[in-house]
């Protein structure tokens, strides 16, 4: 990249945006913001801004797409052509197509999905602005629409980016960190049964940089997971007798 | 749109007890112990129109790469380097699973690892593949043709290809007085310069246990697996955790440590064929 010099790390270890290395960019959640899906959430971190609807269980469209003892889970992840600095191709990418893949898998064993044999459960995922952080993100807002869509789930799950930038592991990458850094590790889990659901590296790390990462991310899971509960809690709280 | 894999076969299924009681005394169905690989068999050199080829076998998964380059302009935010691109295909022929038609997401993602791995670490030295900086570059397309498909095309995979771009030469070419390439194929004499050699090694989480290079079997009937690539080095340069099951943090570790001599016992036998390779 070309681009100005730009220090991701100043003299007081700050990141180019002010943050300290394992800061989070303010998160913003709400749930049920679309009234024609089962549930939706819009998830922002910082910049980035992802929303996700869940439809069904439902018949799927093609009845032939069943299984005998669970629902099927199906997952697009989708990138706006107004989302990033260039227009993207509203077709979807072989980047897409895989994170589509690990999107899905990162919700699969979180699901019940044995309550819904023969049924089809869809998550759709729009990517409306990318700032860096967008496949967590996603996952943060899949798992709150799941459970706004009241389908049972043996627990939230949240997901999120650590990167490395000039020698220093970084919570949250944005997009110029992670252009400019030397290692993007997206993780995603559910903190309460203890699982990881999504794991990514692209970059390299000592096998002593993997593990700190990962248990920044994991930290981080648990406090996302935590503003979750509370962004789900609140939906009821405000609900008025008549 | 990714969807739930409902193609998958059942029988595998029906014989997961049976694998779990081989594991428990430390062994598997075709007698290896859980924490190694099948034989490896890497052959370069197989094709003639290729630039780089290698042919690997994992047991019986069998897995083809064929390197071919052209001259091509280079992407214009890296005009001091040449293009790397991993495609892989899961031919029809490979595996009753598998269909004709555009590479589907596993495909897509076989090809997507094994190009993250090779391509943060510089594994390629792409600035050497420049003609005329921001004009003229190689290209160098690799060519992932799964042939029979029997579990951990991701390792197989990363083999063939580190075998082929080891032994990939480049055309000799000429220029023209109007500046064009015109490239001599059948006289390869330049080899391409690679960095650092990479591998992945492929670990499934099946009942309690972390088991190495899974067979298809072995895959169909896993929570999950994780593919870790290392360097020679011994750094980790690309990981993916695929399927459908959660990994506890604890397993995570030990996979780490089970990946890590794994790698070595890769690296020994690719070391081993690009040394015949030479003589």
Redesign the interface.
């Known amino acids: 990249?070309?681009k100005a010099r730009v220090r991701l790390i100043d003299e007081n270890g700050l990141r180019h945006d002010g943050r300290k290395p394992d800061e989070l960019r303010p998160i913003r959640m709400q749930v049920g913001v679309l009234a024609n899906a089962t549930g939706s959430a819009i998830v922002e971190y910082g910049k980035t801004k992802v929303l996700a609807a869940v439809y069904g269980p439902r018949e799927p469209f093609q009845k032939y797409?069943?299984?005998p003892d669970r629902a099927?889970?199906?997952?697009?992840y989708h990138m706006a052509p107004f989302s990033t600095s260039e227009r993207k191709s509203p077709a979807p990418s072989?980047?897409e197509?895989?994170l589509?893949?690990?999107?899905?898998?990162a919700l699969?064993?979180?699901v019940l999905?044995s309550e819904y044999p023969r049924t089809v459960i869809d998550v759709f995922i729009e990517v409306l602005q990318a700032d860096g952080g967008t496949r967590v993100a996603g996952v943060t807002a899949a798992s709150l629409a799941l459970a706004d869509a009241g389908i049972p789930m043996k627990g939230l799950v949240a997901g999120v980016a650590v990167g490395k930038v000039e020698g220093v592991l970084v919570l949250d990458v944005d997009e110029l960190e992670d252009s400019m850094g030397?290692?993007d590790?997206p993780v995603a889990?559910?903190p309460d049964?203890?699982?990881?659901?999504?794991?990514?590296?692209?970059?390299?790390?000592?096998?002593e940089e993997?593990?700190k990462g990962?248990?920044m991310a994991?930290s981080a899971i648990e406090r996302i997971v935590a503003m979750e509960k509370e962004v789900l809690k609140r939906k009821y709280e405000s609900v008025e007798e008549v | 749109?990714?969807?739930?894999p409902?193609k998958l076969p059942i029988i595998p299924h029906l014989k997961k007890q049976a694998f779990i009681s081989f594991y428990e005394r430390g062994l598997r169905a075709d007698g290896r112990s859980i924490h190694s690989h099948r034989n490896v068999t890497i052959k370069t050199g197989v094709l003639d129109k290729a630039e780089g080829s290698a042919h690997v076998s994992l047991g019986n998964t069998q897995v083809l790469v064929g390197v071919k380059v052209d001259v091509g302009q280079p992407f214009r935010?890296t005009p001091n380097q040449g293009v790397l691109v991993v495609h892989a295909e899961n031919v029809p022929l490979a595996s009753p699973i598998f269909e004709p038609g555009p590479p589907d997401?596993?495909a897509?993602?076989l090809?997507?690892v094994i190009d993250?791995s090779l391509?943060?670490?510089k594994a390629v030295d792409l600035e050497s593949l420049v003609i005329r900086a921001g004009e003229k570059v190689w290209n160098l397309w690799v060519d992932v043709y799964v042939l029979d498909h029997d579990g951990n095309l991701f390792d197989a995979s990363m083999l063939a290809t580190m075998a082929a771009l080891a032994t990939t030469k480049l055309p000799d070419y000429e220029e023209t007085e109007t500046g064009e390439i015109v490239l001599k194929r059948d006289v390869k004499s330049k080899p391409l310069k690679i960095n650092y050699k990479v591998v992945s090694v492929t670990i499934a989480k099946i009942g309690n246990y972390l088991v190495v290079d899974p067979t298809f079997e072995e895959e169909v009937i896993s929570?999950?697996r994780?593919v870790l690539s290392f360097?020679e080095n011994?750094?980790?340069?690309?990981?993916?955790?695929?399927?459908?099951?959660?990994?506890?943090?604890s397993e995570?570790?030990e996979a780490?440590k089970i990946g890590?001599s794994t790698a070595q016992s890769y690296f020994k036998a690719l070391e081993q064929a690009l040394a015949t390779q030479v003589s």
């Open positions: 990249m070309s797409m069943v299984l099927i889970l199906r997952v697009r072989r980047r197509i895989e589509s893949k690990v999107i899905r898998e699969e064993d979180i999905l030397e290692a590790m889990g559910a049964l203890g699982l990881i659901t999504l794991f990514q590296l692209n970059g390299v790390l000592t096998e993997v593990e990962l248990s994991w | 749109m990714s969807v739930t409902f935010d997401e596993n897509i993602e090809a997507r993250r391509r943060e670490v929570d999950y994780l360097d011994l750094r980790v340069v690309g990981a993916q955790k695929t399927g459908g099951g959660g990994m506890k943090i995570f570790r780490l890590r």
